[in-house]
């Protein structure tokens, strides 16, 4: 898990990176600008909670979720799992973004961050 959290940081304008379950369990952290994400277990569940619950009363599943904070962005993406496999064994990458105007390389990454951390 650490290469991808290194292939993360790697994105221009990522500044911190986290992998948790589908609980929202924190796994691995990294971070090349504070903060990141080792003291924000219970907060990142929660948003994963949210994000779950609004996405399902919409009518489909958590794909993808962007959280704008005034320290900047905060994207959760879930990696594909095999079908069948309970949600709670899905992993999310959780990335820190320096400003808004980084949204759209790091969204342009995800699918092979996500499919990197899907495989390990």
């Known amino acids: 898990m650490r290469l991808i959290l290194d292939e993360a940081l790697a994105v221009p304008g990522v500044t911190a990176a986290a992998v948790v379950d589908g609980d929202g369990e924190l796994l691995a952290t990294a971070t090349r600008e504070a903060p990141g994400f080792e003291d924000a277990g219970a907060e ?3 948003s994963l909670a949210a994000a779950r619950v609004l996405a399902e009363s919409l ?5 993808q979720s962007v959280l704008e904070y005034r320290g900047g962005p905060v994207v ?4 594909p799992r095999p079908a069948g496999a309970p949600e709670a064994s899905a992993r999310v990458l959780v990335l820190r973004l320096r400003a808004l105007g980084d949204l759209g ?11 990197n951390l899907a495989a390990a």
């Open 59 to 63: 009518g489909g599943g958590l794909n």
């Open 76 to 79: 959760l993406a879930v990696a």
């Open 44 to 46: 990142l569940a929660a």
């Open 105 to 115: 390389r790091a969204r342009f990454e995800l699918p092979r961050l996500l499919a």
